[in-house]
């Protein structure tokens, strides 16, 4: 059963997170009652909203990665 209160409005900002099905959440809250109302899980793309980019680890590690993954 989902929460029927709804998620308090974050007290500061810099708490969105992109979900990975490309949509912004205003806190963590909001993302796990989104998945709780869908009947499906959504992911954490990256901190931050999906508009922007998220921030990259030095020294090109996220290149590393996608590499491994091609």
Avoid: W
């Avoid at 992911?43 to 990665?65: K, N």
Wanted: net charge negative; hydrophobic share 25%.
């Amino acid at each position: 059963m989902c929460r029927a209160a709804p998620c308090p409005v974050p007290s500061s900002p810099g708490q969105e997170l992109c979900g990975n099905n490309n949509v912004t959440y205003i806190s963590s809250c909001h993302l796990r009652q989104a998945t709780c109302f869908l009947g499906r899980s959504i992911g954490v793309r990256h901190a931050g909203s999906c508009a922007g980019t998220p921030e990259e680890p030095p020294d090109g590690e996220s290149e590393e990665e996608e590499e491994n993954f091609v």
